[in-house]
């Protein structure tokens, strides 16, 4: 289903469009499930988002709290979705049953964005991108989170708390919680490649965190 075209008029070619996928693990959730949806960040559409060929379907929630300081802790952003149909309390119910009180803690929650210029042709009339040349390449880097506990439950929204997949502190595990007084490691290494990434991505007020806390390099 292509977007309509009343919607595609408050487009530019630098509207930015923001992407979400929840996977959730055998191992943590019973079942290794994949589910892509899009806010309506960048275009406030009910139509599907067709990105490198997957279909974003359009799902009400907001994310917030994405911002490095470069002071402190790394970010945990709150993840809002609505429940109005009891479908987030379903899903954790369906997991709960074979992990008791999880609640999708340790789900992936990927951010995905790129501009209106490089969505795929099959999104608009005719086969045709208006604002640019389709490009399924061209996309900012994808920030992966996991959620780390369920803030707020109710009829209408289900709120959730994510940890950056950087945060190697408090990391979450089935029924407890790892922490440097368990094993002293945690937090304390890092990767050659993940070092270079920070340093090339120039967020240099988290590479001086990092090397405050004394870290090894592997």
């Known amino acids: ?31 290794t499930t994949v589910s892509r949806f899009h806010s309506g960040v960048g275009l406030n559409s009910n139509a599907s988002i067709i990105w490198q060929g997957n ?17 402190g802790r790394l970010p945990k952003p709150v993840f809002t979705v609505s429940n109005i149909l009891g479908t987030i309390t379903s899903l954790m119910a369906e997991v709960n049953a074979t992990t008791p009180f999880n609640d999708l803690q340790g789900a992936k929650v990927v951010r995905i964005r790129t501009l209106s210029q490089f969505l795929d042709a099959v999104n608009f009339p005719s086969n045709k991108n ?20 369920k803030t707020l439950e109710n009829r209408n929204i289900v709120q959730f708390e994510l940890s950056s997949a950087l945060d190697l502190e408090g990391v979450r595990a089935p029924k407890r919680q790892v922490t440097k007084k368990d094993f002293p490691a945690v937090g304390s290494f890092i990767n050659v490649d993940c070092w270079q990434l920070l340093k090339e991505k120039k967020l240099i007020g988290l590479v001086k965190i990092l090397q405050k806390r004394d870290l090894n390099i592997l």
């Open 55 to 71: 279909t974003y379907d359009r799902y009400p929630l907001t994310a917030t709290g994405f911002e490095y300081s470069g002071r």
């Open 1 to 31: 289903m292509a977007i309509p075209t009343e919607e595609l008029q408050a487009l530019t070619n630098k509207s930015i469009i923001e992407l979400f996928t929840l996977t959730l693990d055998s191992a943590l959730h019973g079942a």
């Open 130 to 149: 208006p604002y640019g040349t389709p490009d399924s390449t061209a996309e900012l880097p994808q920030e992966i989170y996991f959620i780390n506990r």
